[in-house]
């Protein structure tokens, strides 16, 4: 028996009309990489039809995109990184974004049909990708004749879902600085970003990128103006019960010791699925109702929690994040990010759509 990742096709839907009521006139580049985080990436884009673009990382993302007969505009955060690949993008409506100079060579080199559309990319302080001392002027003047106007300007923010973020406000204004004088399309803000800045900066905002708040998880802890809704929920079938007596040890290791006498359910997923071995003796899971803790190790395709004295049958399907588990607070407990677990899901897992 698998775990399942149930994916919400509707909440999808709903959650990006959301940000379209918030965001009100931006364009919406909605982020699908990684495999749609971790949702399917073919199913989310056709959930997320109304998006004007989708952006993804490497151009193999936006290759499989096309061939799947996906036909809305592709952004290419990663851009290209030889000259087949930038001919590649000018053939096939895939927007790259230009963030180093080693691009700019091969844009000059490559021989394009018709100018393409692109984006270039600025570092204002994440200090990952994108242009640092370039001056946009000159920038242009390299590529001018290869691009199809409006350009794009873009910047990352690095602690926008920070609680105290006292940084964005200077990438801003780094940015304002950068784009004076150009009628180039802007985009600055990630979720978060749209959560705390697109009401004071909306003329930074012709494009938006949204990709977590998609999926219905908010960035940010205190928010409560946006009404989003979990797009995914992980569940595992019970493959077992036992009783098991006071004194006892479950898993491996020992980890935990039983208080009392209780009855525990063995489920069918494990760290080989992606879930991760950190939330042993931490987590928990969610069936009718009750919430039952995780006791012991999580081994590659099991995991124990203690049910007490309620009945759960096996095969019965028992969530361990999703509408009664915020996947943010499961997270939090394991100092890391809602990312990182969609993301981190195995192919063992089936993917149900709803
Ligand atoms: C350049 C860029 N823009 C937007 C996003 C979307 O960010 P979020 O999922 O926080 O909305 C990402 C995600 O990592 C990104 O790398």
């Known amino acids: 028996m698998n775990g399942n990742i149930i994916v919400n096709k509707k909440n999808l839907i709903h959650n990006l009309s959301e940000i379209k009521k918030y965001t009100k006139k931006s364009k919406i580049m909605s982020v699908i990489k990684s495999n749609g985080y971790g949702h399917g990436i073919?199913?989310?884009?056709?959930?997320?039809?109304?998006?004007?673009?989708?952006?993804?990382?490497?151009?193999?993302?936006?290759?499989?995109?096309?061939?799947?007969n996906i036909e809305k505009e592709i952004v290419c955060l990663?851009?290209?990184?030889?000259?087949?690949?930038?001919?590649?993008?000018?053939?096939?409506?895939?927007?790259?974004?230009?963030?180093?100079?080693k691009q700019v060579n091969i844009i000059e080199e490559a021989k394009l049909k018709k100018p393409m559309k692109v984006w270039i990319k600025f570092d204002t302080g994440m200090n990952?990708?994108?242009?640092?001392?370039?001056?946009?002027?000159?920038?242009?003047?390299?590529?001018?004749?290869?691009?199809?106007?409006?350009?794009?300007?873009?910047?990352?923010?690095?602690?926008?879902?920070?609680?105290?973020?006292?940084?964005?406000?200077?990438?801003?204004?780094?940015?304002?600085?950068?784009?004076?004088?150009?009628?180039?399309?802007?985009?600055?803000?990630?979720?978060?970003?749209?959560?705390?800045?697109?009401?004071e900066y909306h003329d930074l905002g012709d494009w938006v990128r949204p990709g977590l708040m998609l999926y219905g998880v908010n960035p940010c802890s205190n928010d409560k103006s946006l009404n989003i809704k979990p797009a995914m929920s992980l569940t595992a079938p019970v493959i077992s019960t036992k009783k098991c007596k006071k004194g006892e040890r479950i898993g491996y290791g020992h980890t935990y010791e039983f208080i009392k006498d209780t009855t525990i359910a063995s489920l069918g997923i494990g760290y080989g699925d992606g879930f991760p071995r950190e939330l042993s003796n931490v987590g928990k899971v969610f069936f009718e109702d009750n919430f039952f803790n995780i006791i012991g190790r999580v081994s590659m395709d099991?995991?124990?929690?203690?049910?007490?004295?309620?009945?759960?049958?096996?095969?019965?399907?028992?969530?361990?994040?999703?509408?009664?588990?915020?996947?943010?607070?499961?997270?939090?407990?394991?100092?890391t990010i809602p990312y990182e677990l969609m993301c981190g899901l195995g192919e063992r897992l089936q993917r149900k759509y709803i």
């Open 42 to 68: 073919l199913e989310v884009a056709a959930a997320l039809k109304d998006s004007d673009a989708f952006a993804v990382a490497t151009i193999k993302e936006a290759a499989y995109l096309r061939k799947c």
């Open 78 to 101: 990663q851009g290209f990184s030889n000259i087949e690949e930038c001919v590649y993008c000018s053939q096939s409506n895939i927007r790259p974004v230009i963030h180093s100079l």
């Open 128 to 199: 990952r990708l994108g242009f640092k001392e370039m001056n946009l002027e000159k920038l242009m003047n390299k590529i001018e004749n290869k691009i199809q106007p409006p350009v794009g300007i873009m910047t990352h923010l690095a602690c926008a879902d920070e609680e105290n973020d006292d940084f964005s406000q200077k990438q801003i204004e780094l940015f304002k600085n950068i784009i004076k004088n150009t009628e180039a399309e802007l985009s600055i803000f990630n979720s978060a970003g749209i959560i705390k800045y697109i009401e």
């Open 302 to 335: 099991i995991l124990m929690v203690d049910i007490g004295d309620n009945k759960v049958d096996i095969g019965a399907n028992v969530e361990l994040w999703g509408d009664n588990i915020n996947i943010k607070e499961v997270s939090d407990l394991i100092n």
